[in-house]
């Protein structure tokens, strides 16, 4: 019988590929060297990559032509193909927005009633319109969008935004917040048992490496008499270790901070008398 395998479709260049494929070396999963750039297998997982344009990969997984795939939830929700999302990946991250020339005089989305949008999100944009009711003409076109106000092909745009320098540099700013989108991992709507188990088991791996990239291991060095104020500081997953020092009066303390929590906790800490603070980046975090 041929062993089971698992099917992904990653962007094959572009944006989301260099994270798409990072994150399955960070799960230990090691692909072949180049043979075939389309197409390719994990030489220590029951897994096959299939590199497409990110556009045609929820139809794939909708088809099961692959049963799983890596993509951004603009994508997912403009192609609105029925796959399931599993997982948010962390990376990618970027807005679905409307922005409009700078010196336009924008209060509320009526201004957009009766102009011209250009977009590559008909799909969203008219959801948006219609939950707004707005009546605005779209115009659909594949690529360059934010320069279509400038040559008076449109009054407005709808794309996606991260920095905001796109917008920048062609005279626009942003007026709303369609969509957050980041990238994600979805999945075809019947997979099999068999193939169930690997991707429980790929998704295991993808949660250890998200959750090690949010929290730093910590180590430092606190006189006895502020133990406990500093352990307090530090909420840690359970409790921090602690061991003595070769000087008498002092402690190390080994724990684990969020990175939300991060400087404040280092401020306090300095605060209350630690030293020799060290910050360790973890590789894998399983609880
Ligand atoms: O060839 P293929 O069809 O696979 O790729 P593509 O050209 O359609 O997509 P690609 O590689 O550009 O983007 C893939 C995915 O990356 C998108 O679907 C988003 O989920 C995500 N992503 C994150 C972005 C951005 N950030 C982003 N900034 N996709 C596009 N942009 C573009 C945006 O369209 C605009 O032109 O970058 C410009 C704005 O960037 P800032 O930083 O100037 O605001
Ligand atoms: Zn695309």
């Keep these: 019988m041929m062993e089971t395998r698992l099917k992904i479709a990653l962007q094959k260049s572009g944006r989301l590929y260099d994270d798409s494929v990072s994150i399955l070396k960070e799960c230990g999963i090691e692909l072949q060297n180049g043979v075939n750039k ?27 032509v692959a049963d799983i795939g890596i993509i951004g939830e603009n994508i997912v929700y403009e192609t609105n193909k029925d796959v399931q999302i599993i997982d948010k990946l962390g990376f990618g991250k970027c807005r679905l927005s409307v922005a409009v020339p700078r010196n336009e005089n924008y209060k509320s989305v ?3 009633k009766h102009k011209k949008i250009a977009t590559s999100y008909p799909f969203l944009l008219k959801n948006f319109l219609n939950e707004n009711q707005v009546d605005a003409e779209i ?29 920048f540099s062609n005279g626009l700013k942003e007026t709303e917040v369609i969509l957050n989108s980041e990238a994600v991992l979805i999945s075809n709507q019947t997979i099999s048992i068999e193939k169930k188990l690997l991707l429980d088991k790929l998704l295991f791996r993808i949660q250890a490496v998200k959750k090690s990239k949010k929290h730093k291991y910590i180590l430092l060095n606190v006189p006895d008499s502020n133990l406990e104020t500093v352990c307090n500081i530090i909420p840690g997953m359970k409790s921090p270790t602690i061991l003595p020092l070769g000087v008498e009066g002092w402690s190390s303390l080994h724990s684990v901070v969020h990175e939300d929590d991060f400087w404040n906790v280092i401020e306090s800490l300095k605060a209350n008398g630690a030293e020799g603070i060290l910050i360790i980046p973890i590789e894998k975090m399983i609880l």
């Design 139 to 167: 115009h659909e076109i594949s690529g360059s969008v934010e320069i279509t106000t400038g040559v008076g092909l449109a009054d407005a745009i709808c794309d996606l935004v991260s920095s905001g320098s796109t917008l």
């Design 38 to 64: 389309l197409l390719n297998e994990a030489v220590n997982f029951p897994l096959q990559i299939l590199f497409l344009r990110d556009d045609d990969i929820p139809q794939y997984v909708q088809d099961g």
């Design 110 to 112: 009526d201004f957009l």
